[in-house]
């Protein structure tokens, strides 16, 4: 895999930011996209558009088998055992809230127990909590290491018999860590708990492999992984899916309809309700393909070299904090330059051209955990390479000199 020759592909690189060539970094909140994804989505527009399982005509035709395919594609991409285990959805967001609107609330009750971990995302925090206040179950943590990491002694500790879920997400958004989240579901499976992967940050950077990882759920989006915004999918378990009920209702996800009663499709389209994200299933089948041809496991070894590098040039600077561990991470570097405000640094950075994220990361508990209100986070992507490093250290090297009183 060559960063350079990929990076010719997206064409959303190819500018200048404040006089400056972008260094894009912010991978972790969003990919950019390469003209393979651009185009499909276009094509489509131009060429097939219509709705899906309705039309008997070519373009309905077109349509229906490339919004299916892209399903088999997802399905083939996870290591699925059906495309019937995929249900399209906006993004990881609404694939969580599908399985806590209607799994888990139908499964749990007074003094349950949904486990989870203190460095979960909003999206992975709020539908478990709403969960809760509905059905009167509890919620535990597992407790995190100093270092950011997960204990297996301490995930046995936490799971008991009154556990219904054990919600985890597989790699942190802020602390880049990598979490155990197979021998996390065996510990679950054994207590009968059901296991939800939040794979929104893993799913663009490693293989993943449903059935290898044993989860029962799995939810990531397209956008962070060279695909469009507005896509995702959950993978479910066909037993699980199959009893779940639908939380949308409205066209192309009945089977019947009567004035005072109405069936369902089967999974995985009883919960597609109404014209799917078409355009964006197209987009997202484009993005496999593309990640799929520069190889999974070559993304991941690239963007473990490259937040290694990363972790020791920022570590090298005076007054900077690096959180997380630095092994075992996934290519990002989570920071705080001494007391300056990491908006005040992402602001800084970005007249150098150079686009980062600052803010809480939807990880408002996991802040507190830390004992900051935010934090600087540097992410990186397979058309990332050591010299956007060093723009980065450049710039950071700036910004200290500019708020020199504010490094202690």
């Excluded at 059906?82 to 990881?92: C, L, P």
């Excluded at 708990?193 to 397209?222: I, K």
């Excluded at 397979?382 to 009183?405: M, P, S």
Aim: aromatic share 8%; glycine share 8%; net charge negative.
């Amino acid at each position: 895999m060559n960063p350079l020759e990929l990076r010719k592909q997206f064409p959303i690189l190819h500018q200048e930011i404040n006089g400056h060539p972008l260094v894009y970094l912010d991978n972790a909140a969003t990919s950019q996209k390469p003209q393979s994804v651009i185009d499909a989505v276009k094509r489509y527009y131009e060429r097939d558009n219509s709705n899906v399982h309705r039309g008997v005509h070519t373009l309905g035709s077109r349509a229906t088998d490339a919004y299916e395919g892209a399903r088999e594609k997802v399905a083939k991409f996870l290591n699925a055992s059906s495309a019937q285990e995929i249900v399209f959805t906006r993004g990881t967001t609404a694939a969580l809230n599908l399985v806590a609107s209607s799994y888990a609330r139908s499964v749990c009750g007074e003094g349950d127990e949904i486990v989870l971990t203190p460095m979960e995302h909003h999206s992975n925090l709020i539908p478990w909590q709403q969960v809760a206040k509905a059905t009167g179950a509890v919620l535990k943590y597992i407790p995190m290491q100093p270092n950011g990491t997960i204990s297996m002694t301490d995930v046995e500790a936490t799971i008991t018999s009154r556990a219904k879920i054990v919600s985890v997400m597989y790699v942190s958004n802020v602390l880049g860590v990598i979490n155990p989240v197979k021998e996390i579901a065996e510990a679950a499976h054994r207590h009968g708990a059901v296991m939800v992967v939040d794979g929104a940050q893993s799913t663009p950077h490693m293989n993943v492999d449903v059935r290898e990882l044993d989860c029962d759920f799995y939810a990531f989006s397209g956008h962070k992984m060279c695909g469009p915004t507005g896509i995702g999918a959950l993978y479910g378990k066909k037993a699980l899916l199959d009893r779940m009920e639908p939380v949308e209702f409205g066209g192309e996800m009945i089977d019947f309809v009567d004035l005072y009663e109405s069936t369902w499709k089967e999974a995985p389209w009883k919960f597609e309700g109404g014209t799917p994200i078409i355009a964006g299933a197209v987009g997202l089948a484009a993005a496999i393909d593309f990640l799929t041809e520069a190889g999974l496991d070559a993304i991941d070894e690239h963007e473990g070299r490259l937040a290694g590098y990363a972790y020791d040039r920022l570590s090298e600077i005076e007054g900077i904090t690096v959180f997380g561990p630095k092994e075992g991470r996934v290519g990002l570097v989570t920071f705080n330059l001494g007391d300056v405000h990491p908006h005040d640094v992402a602001t800084v950075l970005d007249t150098e051209g150079i686009a980062i994220r600052a803010g809480h990361h939807c990880c408002q508990p996991l802040m507190r955990k830390l004992e900051v209100s935010a934090t600087a986070r540097a992410s990186f992507y397979l058309y990332n390479t050591e010299d956007d490093v060093e723009r980065l250290v450049t710039a950071l090297q700036k910004t200290k000199e500019f708020f020199g009183h504010a490094i202690g």
